[in-house]
């Protein structure tokens, strides 16, 4: 398997733009969890989804963030509009009952 | 899940043990130790968790103490590909769940 992966590895966007970061989960595995990490805040959880359904949204900063997961190999993670104090490192991971959860590589943000 | 506190940073010499401490005094008698390790630019990997008992894997060594209000994670040769970011959490079993990362510890091997 080729690990969790995410798309784009880099984006930059302007202020005010919308932007769709993109996971494909691990093969087999139901769970699916969305992280930004800044140098502030360190490393938080946005959003999880089990089964495609999203269980926790607990961590989404405000109504400009929006997280699907339409079907078991593909999730996006949505900011409209877009502001600098978005900019940040948001990882992807996937897990399934009893193992732990890998990590894609992460997509880097800049908002201009 | 209750708190733990790290030590923002440590360096370690090359071919040397890291000893990586922490504390997390608010312990539940169902809640293991957990640590995971993020290299630079990387998503965090898992290292190795326990219960009460010391563990030991290909990566790493887990010492928690009698009273599980603290731990310590061990590299036995630490090699410049372990610098990373260590982050201690503690949590129940059972596979991966919501997990919250605090700061952790970076650590930093040096030639």
């Known amino acids: 398997d080729a690990g969790v992966i995410q798309s784009p590895r880099h984006e930059v966007t302007e202020m005010g733009q919308e932007v769709t970061l993109r996971c494909k989960p691990i093969?087999?595995?139901?769970?699916l969890f969305w992280y930004r990490q800044t140098m502030m805040r360190g490393l938080e959880l946005l959003i999880y989804?089990?089964?495609?359904?999203?269980?926790?949204d607990s961590g989404m900063p405000e109504d400009r963030f929006s997280a699907k997961m339409p079907n078991a190999s593909f999730s996006t993670l949505k900011i409209q509009p877009s502001e600098p104090r978005d900019s940040a490192v948001y990882f992807c991971?996937?897990?399934?009952?009893?193992?732990?959860?890998?990590f894609g590589q992460g997509t880097r943000l800049t908002v201009v | 899940d209750a708190k733990t506190t790290q030590p923002p940073s440590m360096d370690c010499a090359e071919g040397r043990a890291a000893n990586l401490p922490c504390n997390h005094s608010?312990?539940?008698?169902?809640?293991?130790v957990y640590w995971y390790r993020q290299i630079h630019s990387q998503g965090p990997q898992y290292i190795i968790h326990?219960?009460?008992n010391n563990e030991t894997n290909e990566m790493a060594s887990l010492i928690i103490t009698e009273d599980r209000k603290s731990s310590t994670l061990i590299l036995p040769h630490a090699t410049l590909r372990d610098t990373a970011v260590y982050y201690c959490?503690?949590?129940?079993?059972?596979?991966?769940?919501?997990?919250?990362f605090g700061i952790g510890t970076k650590l930093q091997v040096i030639p």
């Open positions: 991971a996937s897990t399934r009952a009893n193992t732990e959860a890998f």
């Open positions: 093969s087999g595995h139901d769970y």
């Open positions: 989804f089990n089964n495609n359904v999203p269980i926790d």
């Open positions: 608010t312990i539940s008698g169902n809640e293991y």
């Open positions: 326990g219960l009460k």
């Open positions: 959490i503690v949590r129940v079993g059972g596979g991966y769940q919501k997990v919250t």
